[in-house]
């Protein structure tokens, strides 16, 4: 019941994230000061008696959720940054176009601005942005054409185009029957052959009669139309009265008729929404984009329902094992997507707030390199909001475990090629979990079997420093002390121990057996360092039988240097991992250059069967 203006002592609370002050009795302008809470990242006014122009928020940074439904806001498009994950103009007074700058939003997934005014080309990219689930354009006065060859984001769940004025042909996207896919659309003038479309003229009509402006449409047709309607513009004040009337009754019957109700799942995202995007942060510009590369879906909150059924209902025969981290089951999704689902115990009384950050973080943690993130659940006990459980949906990585590959056990092995292809992919998710995202995750404690191959053979580090763990709780709190040097001397530290544990792996990759104690590393770090000295014929019997001959010796010497000073004893001499990058892709390269000579000279014929017999 709050009544009266926004008031301007708001921009004082600069550390302000969430705002929502839905469903009050609020009136008057919105507060140029808004702009100036950079730490804003949900800010909910929905239901409220707001108007006029909405400020600048460009440099609101942070901001993903913004929410106006129900007041009388507009006419402009409000103007806010391309990192906006959910807008909802619904039901106010916009009447602008929608700017070009909205296909730039990249993270958008819900975007509702149905019931305004709107005028203009309706831009079909926004149909294919590269996150949009959600669109609703309801009840405005888009117009332009459709063509049946329109590309749809395979993410998107939900469009409703009703009662517009757009003309052309029903996308084909939107009648594929393989997706769950809510298409609405009656009211326009498309060319469906069913009476839930008016016919062309009177989308042309009323497009003139509302007096939009030939904004810089792509399609060429467009223009063309808009030429040709000038010419006839006379006639067309005596016809607009009759479309309206046509138009309300079309609309009338349009609703009653080929209005389906959107599905459960959608209204489920809309209680859970916020907390999904809140998950998705701002500051990693490319992160939609790499989830793009990825081929992940986007990050999401599961209900328990859903991985219950995805894993039989944890029946035993989903059972994958029991880690230090809890146990792992393997799920399929309803979309066919197979999944591992890590099952943590909580045994302190945590409520989920108190999780919300560490939930962030992880699904931040996405990479080529880890075994990321698909989304999370929490189980509470139902008398209080105490957890109890928190499920993690990881993707789920086929190929077994780096050593499987390596010691032959299972009647396979990688060549020396694809070795250090899979330890420059390692270096390279060490890399990401220690500068990728801010702070930065080290003491991963980093092992062979940790490391999980994929259907092509990437490695991926799954068990790195999970930030949710019970016994981890406060470490990652760390986040607020970052800067200090003490931190910074104990970060320097810790990176240096995933150095330390990645020289481990690498050790084992050369020598093709695992070393059972730091002891045994000790020995055959020596070894290396003698057989490195020493010379080719040395180093062959370091080196893991299953490889033999098929290596170029100066590539498994630049391997074997930068694992010996991995295993340095003390930290500060091992080195950071971009020069182990920086070496490791040397040694590929020359290994690259080494098997094209082998393989374009005519060599002897043992030296090639036995490439052909490690290829
Ligand atoms: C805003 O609401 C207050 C209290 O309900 C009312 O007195 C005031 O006239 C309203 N202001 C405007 C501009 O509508
Ligand atoms: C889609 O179809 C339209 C008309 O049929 C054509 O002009 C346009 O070039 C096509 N676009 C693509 C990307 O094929």
Not at 528 to 548: E, H, K, Y
Request: glycine content about 6%; hydrophobic content about 40%; charged content about 20%.
């Amino acid at each position: 019941m709050f009544t009266g203006q926004l008031p301007d002592w708001l921009k004082s609370l600069s550390a302000l994230t969430v705002l929502s002050l839905k469903k009050n009795l609020l009136n008057g302008s919105l507060p140029e000061s808004l702009g100036s809470l950079e730490n804003l990242r949900i800010l909910v006014l929905s239901h409220n008696h707001f108007f006029g122009e909405v400020p600048d928020l460009r440099s609101l940074r942070n901001l993903q959720v913004f929410d106006l439904e129900d007041n009388s806001l507009g006419p402009q498009f409000p103007q806010l940054g391309s990192q906006i994950v959910t807008l909802i103009l619904r039901r106010n007074k916009f009447n602008s176009a929608i700017p070009d700058k909205v296909s730039s939003y990249y993270q958008l997934q819900w975007l509702d601005i149905s019931f305004n005014r709107f005028v203009g080309p309706f831009s079909p990219s926004l149909l294919s942005l590269p996150t949009i689930t959600y669109l609703n354009i309801e009840g405005n006065r888009f117009t332009g054409r459709l063509f049946e060859n329109l590309s749809c984001n395979d993410e998107l769940e939900f469009v409703d185009l009703s009662s517009n004025l757009l003309s052309g042909s029903l996308p084909n996207c939107f009648l594929s029957d393989s997706k769950n896919r809510v298409v609405l659309y009656a009211g326009n003038c498309l060319a469906t052959g069913d009476e839930s479309q008016h016919p062309f003229s009177f989308c042309r009509n009323e497009a003139l009669a509302v007096g939009i402006l030939p904004h810089r449409q792509k399609p060429k047709h467009a223009s063309k139309v808009v030429v040709a309607l000038s010419m006839s513009g006379g006639i067309i004040g005596g016809i607009t009265l009759v479309g309206l009337i046509f138009l309300v009754v079309r609309r009338v019957q349009a609703k009653k008729t080929t209005r389906a109700p959107p599905k459960s799942s959608i209204a489920e995202n809309a209680s859970t929404g916020y907390t999904s995007k809140l998950l998705s942060d701002a500051r990693y510009i490319s992160q939609a984009m790499m989830l793009g590369a990825l081929g992940l879906p986007t990050y999401r909150t599961f209900s328990l329902e859903e991985l219950e059924e995805a894993t039989n209902n944890f029946d035993a025969s989903t059972f994958m094992g029991e880690g230090c981290h809890g146990q792992i089951y393997r799920g399929q999704l309803k979309n066919g997507l197979l999944v591992a689902i890590r099952c943590l115990k909580v045994t302190k009384n945590h409520s989920i707030h108190n999780f919300m950050q560490h939930i962030e973080l992880l699904s931040k943690l996405r990479h080529h390199h880890l075994v990321s993130a698909l989304g999370h659940c929490f189980e509470c006990y139902s008398d209080d909001s105490i957890v109890s459980r928190i499920f993690l949906v990881f993707e789920y990585v086929p190929n077994g475990t780096l050593r499987s590959w390596i010691s032959g056990c299972a009647g396979r092995t990688l060549t020396w090629t694809q070795r250090i292809a899979t330890v420059i992919g390692i270096a390279k998710g060490i890399q990401f979990l220690h500068t990728g995202i801010v702070p930065g995750v080290f003491s991963n404690n980093l092992k062979i079997t940790d490391v999980l191959l994929d259907q092509n053979l990437a490695a991926k580090i799954s068990n790195y420093n999970l930030p949710l763990l019970a016994e981890n709780m406060g470490k990652v709190g760390s986040l607020s002390s970052a800067g200090s040097k003490e931190n910074n001397a104990r970060v320097k530290h810790e990176d240096k121990i995933d150095v330390y544990d990645f020289g481990a792996i690498l050790l084992e990759v050369i020598v093709g057996r695992p070393s059972s104690s730091r002891n045994l590393v000790d020995v055959l770090k020596d070894q290396l360092q003698a057989s490195i000295t020493f010379n080719g014929a040395a180093r062959r019997i370091m080196v893991d039988p299953a490889v033999q001959n098929a290596y170029s010796d100066e590539s498994l010497k630049t391997v074997m240097e930068i694992c010996i000073r991995c295993l340095h004893k003390n930290p500060a001499d091992r080195p950071s991992i971009e020069d182990v990058l920086w070496n490791l892709q040397f040694a590929a390269q020359v290994q690259d250059a080494w098997q094209g000579d082998s393989q374009s000279s005519d060599g002897s014929p043992s030296r090639l069967s036995n490439l052909r017999a490690y290829s």
